[in-house]
Structures are given as C-alpha cells and as structure tokens.
C-alpha cells in the first residue's frame, strides 16, 4: 500500500492585527507573523486544476479575514481559531499554525505559539 501525501505551507506572512490584554494594545494594530505547514492527502490521480486542490492560498486568505473580524486577547486564541478554521477541510491530516508577537518585548525577537492538529 502506498499513502500519497503532499506538504503545502505558507511562511513568514505579516499581518497587522488587533490583539493584546494591556491598554497600549488596544491602542493600535501589532504585527503578528503567522507560519501555516499542512500534510493534505494526495489522490491517485493528480489534477492539474486548481478547484479540485487544497491551495495554500486559503491560509492566507482565512488569515487576513480573521485578523481583520475584531480584538484578539490572546496569541493563543487567534491561532487556535485560525487552526481550527482551516482544519475544516478533510483533506488535512495534519495542521501546524504558529503565530508570533513580533514587538512583544525588546530583547527577544518574538514571542509565540504553536498550535497542532492530527487526524487519526
């Protein structure tokens, strides 16, 4: 038996996004860099036709909209429901999405979290 799978990811796309606890975050939109990494199984017979793929483009696309709905408290919120959103799609087995505060504190570069879906 053969498994068929094919890795699409998207690295490293910036986003401006409303997101934070403490009063100087809700003053102003923060950068956040968001990572997706997905495992989508792959048919038998490979289409050359863009509706029957799983794009990365829908990464980016579900990204950008979420970020621009409301305030996000927590990282830990808006990846969760980031991932969650994009899991939807059956064609995953596997889902990795990190996002990262990049001007959280002055001495490191960001601070982040990962989220990680499997399907058994």
């Keep these: 038996m053969i498994i068929r799978e ?7 796309l910036l986003v ?6 403490y009063p100087h975050e809700h003053e102003a939109p923060q950068r ?8 989508v199984d792959l048919p038998e017979r ?7 793929v799983l794009s990365y483009e829908i990464f980016v696309e579900t990204a950008r909209n979420m970020v621009t709905e409301g305030h996000f408290n927590l990282l830990e919120t808006l990846v969760d ?7 939807a799609d059956s064609r995953m087995i596997n889902l990795e999405v990190r996002g990262e ?3 959280v504190f002055d001495d490191a570069e960001c601070a ?6 499997r399907r058994t």
């Design 81 to 87: 429901e980031l991932a969650n959103q994009l899991f």
């Design 6 to 12: 094919r890795s699409i990811s998207v690295d490293n």
């Design 112 to 117: 982040s979290v990962t989220v990680r879906l």
């Design 101 to 103: 505060k990049l001007d």
């Design 46 to 52: 490979l289409s050359d036709d863009f509706t029957k």
């Design 32 to 39: 956040v860099r968001l990572s997706f990494q997905a495992d």
């Design 16 to 21: 401006s996004a409303n997101i934070g606890i």
